[in-house]
């Protein structure tokens, strides 16, 4: 089975720097993948980790550790814009894409 | 522009009315997924195709039908819709080679009377 864990919510301050934390047990595990959502709208794709490490791209940055199955999402320069719901999910062994149950991230002014 | 194209964005069908749902990609992608995404949920995988090879998850009821036609359509068939099945239903695709991203449609609203 698959089991993925996130805060339900976090609220941070225009300008600030944010971390979601993404913990998972996996009966098989090719990387974790982070979507933003925002309401009423489809994921977005934001990152994609297969190896331990840091991923950059732009103000969002994305780290694995495989060995403790754990994952974060890191948001600088946090812009009203950034508020949303956002979604780790499992790229397991049969070509699917399991979600986390999301976390919904609050910017305030 | 490729991408992955959900009709429509918003329907409405009865209790018990079967309803079709579908989603069309420009991508060429191998898979196609349908999701369930309910309000402040994570998306439900219902079941994805690989090429023709469907794949169906352990727990989708067996209301939810898929048809696969050819490489760029996919369809969801909901036999007898139900209150509980009143959702979002999101599509994606994913190229089965690379497959580290999930592309998603828009989405269909689905809303039981």
């Known amino acids: 089975g698959q089991s993925l864990e996130q805060p339900s919510e976090v609220t941070a301050v225009e300008g600030a720097i944010v971390q979601i934390n993404c913990t998972y047990q996996?009966?098989?595990?090719?990387?974790l993948s982070w979507y933003q959502q925002h309401d009423g709208g489809a994921p977005t794709f934001l990152s994609y980790?297969?190896?331990?490490g840091l991923e950059e791209t732009g103000r969002f940055s994305s780290f694995l550790s495989r060995s403790d199955s754990y994952g974060y999402l890191l948001l600088q320069e946090l812009q009203m814009k950034d508020s949303a719901s956002y979604f780790c999910?499992?790229?397991?062994?049969?070509?699917?894409?399991?979600f986390g149950p999301g976390t919904r991230l609050s910017v305030l002014p | 522009d490729a991408m992955v194209i959900q009709n429509p964005r918003y329907q409405v069908t009865q209790f018990g009315k079967p309803v079709t749902l579908s989603c069309s990609q420009t991508?060429?992608?191998?898979?196609m997924y349908w999701y369930q995404q309910k309000s402040s949920q994570a998306p439900k995988l219902l079941f994805h195709?690989?090429?023709?090879?469907?794949?169906n998850e352990a727990d989708t009821p067996d209301n939810f039908q898929s048809r696969r036609p050819n490489t760029s359509f996919c369809f969801l068939d909901i036999r007898s819709p139900g209150l509980g099945d009143a959702a979002m239903y999101l599509c994606?695709?994913?190229?089965?080679?690379?497959?580290?991203?999930?592309?998603f449609g828009q989405g269909t609203r689905l809303t039981v009377v």
């Open positions: 994606a695709t994913s190229s089965g080679q690379k497959n580290t991203e999930a592309f």
């Open positions: 996996t009966s098989g595990f090719y990387g």
């Open positions: 980790n297969a190896l331990d």
């Open positions: 999910a499992v790229r397991d062994y049969g070509q699917n894409f399991v």
């Open positions: 991508l060429n992608h191998n898979v």
């Open positions: 195709y690989y090429d023709k090879d469907f794949n």
